[in-house]
């Protein structure tokens, strides 16, 4: 007798071939078989006229506070990932020197936007190397299967002090020492080793990120550490400055190591790289030997803005000012009074918090043009026409009352969103290419992080939904979409245990019923310790998750199951096979 059974469904198998109509028996953690099954199972799903997928695998999140003490990884759960990545873009909580504590959640708060009292309430501290911080991990079963990369801003402070966190040249000495870190760390577990390279990164306090202004000598240096262990993949977020030559020294460090190096991909008015420069460059890096991998998002990336999220377009208005230390209940009864309201929209805007954020925060408070209301049935790829600019002058109205107007819905709860990033043509249709490419991977929902700003942890709802069902401009076929959010992101990091529906593999499946799979309106949530906030959004139709052969959501209900643990090091179905 079989453990589960999912029976009469039209089955993705994650590879993108042609889908089917069959059952699936899993026995324990493992799928036992795909076609037909005639024996009973112990329990048993009737997945007539639904689908079934592997579960998702999301490579790009920061999670890394909360999974130590969260064991349900909402939101990302709650669209079908039964694996997340962390530790991305150079930041995370070991090694961690006893005194550096307050520092590394600063440098979170900063980069993520994860509320640092949240951090500072749910964090245990009961490791101080990188490897005790994955046995700290371990210990908490959950919902999902996680893994991390060794980040570059705690590994550099824990080695170099003030000398690392204020980016002073490393010696020879250093950059020996962060190896032998990054090192360690791989051989305990580590699927690999993260970066950032952006001047947008800063902690709390305004400071960059350490590692931010490294060289390739440090850059390779440490990188030769995963080759050192032979697996890793070795991430980083990047501005591309062209004097830094990024593309050279990445394809240099994955011809040596023959390991993969990937960068995230965006179309940015702030990046000197157009983003077609960008794709041809990995082009050319691949093309002579290299292994350089560019993570693209789904849609638009940019701001999600309400009262009270961490940005919306009058945040930098003296009258804002004055009341936003206050509680929301006060902070409300003064943005209904109509006498504040008025004073409010006569006033400028005071100066940006740094030079570096002028540009961003030029288009948060006066980038009418670029900013639409998100409301129910919202459609991520609106049209210059539904922007809050174009709606305001129709009716005749000024839109920066119109934006007013839009944040007081349902009692102050009312949302604008403003894509920054990939959306300068005003539609989406540039990711569509990217989406049929070897040369990608789909990344960046940034699950867990940008709580007061964005939720892009729905992103495998979304590439389901929208690309692969819903837009207009041309979609995607299901069965690619399932290979990019399945096969392919596990792939990348070693996973070859997953990701993909056949006997001897993990038994994490989706059960979608496809015609229905939709997302909801995001909301704030305030449930984060120390009643840390941060925007949620949920899915109908997922009828059941199953991780290693438990159902962990049925419904869109999480079950009393907590199945999954840390990942340590690559995964391949022989080892599963050996095991049992």
């Not at 079989?2 to 039209?10: A, E, P, S």
């Not at 890394?64 to 990545?85: I, L």
């Not at 699927?191 to 952006?198: A, D, H, K, P, Q």
């Not at 529906?501 to 949530?525: E, H």
Request: with cysteine; net charge negative.
């Amino acid at each position: 007798m079989y453990d589960l059974i999912i029976r009469n469904g039209t089955i993705y198998d994650g590879l993108g071939g042609a889908p089917f109509v069959g059952d699936i028996a899993i026995t324990g953690d493992t799928i036992a078989v795909v076609g037909k099954v005639n024996g009973p199972g112990r329990q048993e799903i009737d997945a007539e006229g639904l689908i079934v997928t592997p579960g998702f695998v999301d490579v790009h999140t920061h999670y890394d506070g909360q999974a130590t003490w969260d064991d349900v990884m909402a939101p990302s759960s709650w669209h079908g990932v039964t694996t997340v990545v962390m530790g991305n873009c150079g930041v995370g909580f070991a090694p961690a020197a006893p005194d550096k504590h307050e520092w590394l959640i600063g440098l979170m708060e900063g980069v993520e936007d994860i509320p640092g009292t949240a951090l500072a309430e749910g964090m245990s501290w009961d490791w101080e190397t990188f490897p005790e911080y994955l046995d700290s991990l371990e210990r908490l079963p959950r919902t999902i299967d996680i893994g991390t990369h060794v980040p570059h801003g705690a590994v550099r402070a824990y080695v170099m002090g003030e000398r690392g966190a204020a980016n002073e040249e490393p010696t020879d000495a250093d950059i020996a020492a962060m190896s032998r870190i990054v090192e360690d760390g791989l051989r305990a577990g580590a699927l690999g080793f993260s970066s950032s390279r952006t001047v947008l990164h800063k902690s709390v306090d305004g400071e960059l990120v350490p590692g931010t202004t490294a060289t390739a000598r440090e850059l390779i240096g440490i990188g030769r550490a995963m080759g050192n262990v032979g697996y890793g993949v070795f991430e980083m977020a990047s501005d591309l400055v062209p004097e830094w030559k990024e593309f050279d020294w990445m394809t240099a460090l994955s011809k040596e190591t023959g390991l993969p190096v990937t960068f995230a991909m965006l179309q940015s008015p702030m990046k000197q790289m157009h983003w077609t420069e960008q794709m041809a460059a990995c082009e050319e890096a691949n093309r002579t030997g290299g292994h350089v991998v560019a993570q693209i998002s789904l849609r638009g990336t940019g701001v999600v803005m309400a009262w009270r999220g961490t940005v919306h377009p009058f945040v930098q208005r003296p009258s804002w000012q004055a009341i936003a230390g206050l509680p929301w209940e006060e902070q409300l009864a003064h943005l209904k009074d109509p006498a504040f309201k008025a004073k409010l929209l006569a006033e400028d805007n005071l100066p940006p918090p740094s030079m570096d954020t002028a540009a961003l925060f030029m288009l948060v408070t006066a980038g009418w043009a670029l900013q639409f209301p998100l409301v129910d049935g919202f459609s991520y790829e609106p049209t210059r026409e539904e922007s809050i600019a174009l709606v305001a002058d129709a009716a005749g109205r000024d839109p920066a009352e119109y934006a007013y107007d839009v944040l007081m819905e349902n009692e102050g709860a009312g949302f604008i969103y403003l894509p920054i990033l990939n959306y300068q043509d005003g539609n989406l249709e540039f990711i569509k290419g990217l989406l049929e490419r070897e040369d990608t991977v789909v990344s960046l929902s940034d699950g867990g992080a940008h709580c007061g700003t964005i939720c892009d942890a729905a992103a495998p709802t979304f590439l389901l939904s929208y690309w692969a069902r819903d837009r207009k401009a041309g979609t995607i076929p299901v069965e690619l979409a399932v290979k990019r959010q399945c096969h392919d992101t596990a792939r990348l990091y070693g996973l070859n245990d997953r990701g993909v529906l056949k006997p001897g593999y993990l038994a994490d499946l989706n059960v979608i019923d496809f015609k229905r799979l939709r997302l909801s309106r995001p909301w704030l949530a305030f449930d984060l310790p120390a009643g840390g906030k941060r925007l949620l959004q949920k899915a109908d139709g997922y009828v059941a998750t199953i991780k290693s052969g438990e159902i962990t959501f049925r419904d869109g209900e999480v079950t009393a199951a907590r199945p999954g643990t840390l990942i340590r090091g690559p995964q391949n179905v022989e080892q599963r096979v050996a095991a049992e």
